[in-house]
């Protein structure tokens, strides 16, 4: 469990798109490392919103998760200067298994820094 950042670290986690941080790792990020409420995708205080269900709180396709983490992808490429911690997103509320995120991931720039093992 992260527990601290270290200046130029980014916690990542999975949110949804209403921003509705309650639970799991999205209720972590706004307790701990000041995501706002209210912002379910892209940077948000120390961390970094990457949606895995809707508005409504229903899980999103793979497809439609995989188009966000490639957002998320180009905004690490952007700020090189940060070092950004990625969570299971989507193997938590979203129901999705740690082989099938594992599946979706493109390739990981040096910044990024998976926080499990498979």
């Known amino acids: 469990m992260i527990t601290q950042l270290k200046?130029?670290?980014i916690?990542?986690?999975?949110?949804n798109l209403a921003g509705r941080h309650g639970k799991g790792?999205?209720?972590y990020?706004?307790?701990?490392?000041g995501a706002r409420y209210g912002i379910g995708i892209g940077p948000t205080g120390r961390c970094y919103a990457i949606p895995t269900k809707d508005q409504y709180l229903r899980t999103l396709p793979l497809d439609i998760i995989k188009q966000y983490i490639?957002?998320?992808?180009e905004y690490t490429k952007?700020?090189?200067?940060l070092e950004f911690l990625?969570?299971?997103i989507g193997t938590g509320l979203a129901g999705y298994?740690?082989?099938q995120l594992e599946n979706i991931l493109p390739e990981l720039p040096k910044n990024v820094i998976k926080t499990w093992s498979f």
């Open 97 to 99: 298994t740690v082989e």
């Open 25 to 27: 790792s999205a209720l």
């Open 70 to 73: 490639i957002q998320f992808i």
């Open 11 to 15: 916690f990542v986690f999975g949110s």
């Open 29 to 33: 990020a706004r307790q701990h490392f």
């Open 7 to 9: 200046p130029n670290q």
């Open 86 to 88: 990625l969570t299971p």
């Open 78 to 81: 952007q700020h090189p200067e």
